[in-house]
């Protein structure tokens, strides 16, 4: 089971790679998208870890309510970063039915909340 919960970090990892090779290629609607996903991954690989299952929802929101209620630093967290955390929820559903497009800058201002998460995640 530790093997399986463990491939949820991976993923996460290798989607926020994927995020820093988007950013290089100038892919910064993609880049942002993966940066949702790699916040989400996070979230429930710490779910899975700590609980044993993860709510089936692709709301970063929400996971991280439920985040919030085993551990008062993820609500100290989505509070500190609640509109980053808005902009890059809101790009999961842009980056697939708008025309919405987002610049380096956009994203660049964001990588450090996913190395912040991953200090809580991991410690």
């Known amino acids: 089971m530790k093997e399986e919960i463990a491939v949820f970090k991976k993923r996460a990892e290798e989607a926020f790679d994927s995020v820093q090779l988007m950013i290089e290629k100038g892919y910064y609607d993609w880049a942002i998208v993966m940066l949702e996903q790699a916040l989400q991954l996070l979230v429930k690989y ?14 970063l929101r929400n996971l991280l309510d439920e985040t919030g209620s085993l551990d008062e630093r993820f609500s100290k967290f989505y509070r500190k970063h609640m509109d980053a955390i808005e902009v890059i929820s809101d790009a999961y559903i842009s980056g697939r039915y708008l025309p919405r497009r987002y610049t380096k800058e956009e994203v660049d201002g964001k990588l450090d909340i996913y190395r912040e998460l991953l200090e809580i995640v991991e410690s």
């Open 46 to 59: 710490y779910l899975a870890k700590t609980v044993g299952y993860f709510s089936k929802t692709h709301n």
